[in-house]
């Protein structure tokens, strides 16, 4: 069967993911990054060298990788579009009011997500599936805006390294067929430590309700 991903973002989880997932052999691998490459990206942003600055992104995975990009960003309109039919949908978004979008609409479509996240030298990812956990479960609300986004909080590279390789095992292993809930993998390489922690599908919360919906 032709695993299909869906990587949304670009950026400093989504270049280290997107590379590793071709390598990997993965069929078809979809690319949605509306921003152009900045020199505050390089250090992060494996695909993108100093020759790219000022380019779409979008472009230069397409020319370079052979990767089908689209400079899009994914909203309420358009989400549905392109996450349905996906074998597994990456995000790899820099802010919480698109990943609970994407949360929602992933869940809906009943396709498999890896949510992963980075700042400073922290990240997680969650794999989320049809009966949950999801990212609600984790945070009912977003976070306060003003910490959420990589540009007010800096980041270190290779944290949200290590974040893009759990995300592209774990869109590897649910694509395998093994959608068991691994719970929320946490990594902080200030302390030097990658953990996981168990977490259940809270009830009331729109993923546990999915498990009984025909
Ligand atoms: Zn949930």
Not at 148 to 165: I, L, M, Q
Request: aromatic share 4%; proline share 5%; glycine share 12%.
């Amino acid at each position: 069967m032709t695993r299909h991903v869906l990587v949304i973002g670009a950026g400093g989880i989504g270049c280290p993911a997107i590379a590793v997932l071709q390598r990997a052999g993965v069929e078809r691998i979809t690319v949605l990054d509306p921003d152009t490459v900045s020199v505050e990206n390089l250090h992060r942003q494996i695909l993108f060298g100093d020759r790219d600055l000022g380019r779409g992104k979008a472009d230069v995975v397409a020319d370079r990788y052979g990767v089908e990009a689209h400079a899009v960003r994914l909203d309420a309109a358009n989400g549905a579009r392109w996450i349905e039919g996906k074998s597994c949908v990456i995000d790899g978004t820099d802010n919480f009011a698109d990943k609970y979008k994407i949360n929602e609409l992933c869940l809906r479509a009943d396709v498999p997500l890896v949510h992963a996240a980075g700042a400073q030298f922290r990240g997680q990812v969650l794999t989320v599936t049809r009966g949950g956990p999801c990212l609600r479960c984790l945070l009912p609300e977003p976070p306060d805006a003003a910490t959420d986004e990589c540009r007010s909080t800096g980041v270190f590279g290779p944290a949200v390294g290590v974040v893009a390789a759990l995300a592209a095992a774990e869109a590897l292993r649910v694509m395998g067929g093994d959608r068991a809930n691994r719970g929320l993998f946490l990594v902080d390489l200030a302390r030097g430590r990658i953990r996981r922690a168990a977490l259940e599908a809270v009830p009331g919360c729109g993923c546990a309700g999915a498990l009984t919906r025909p």
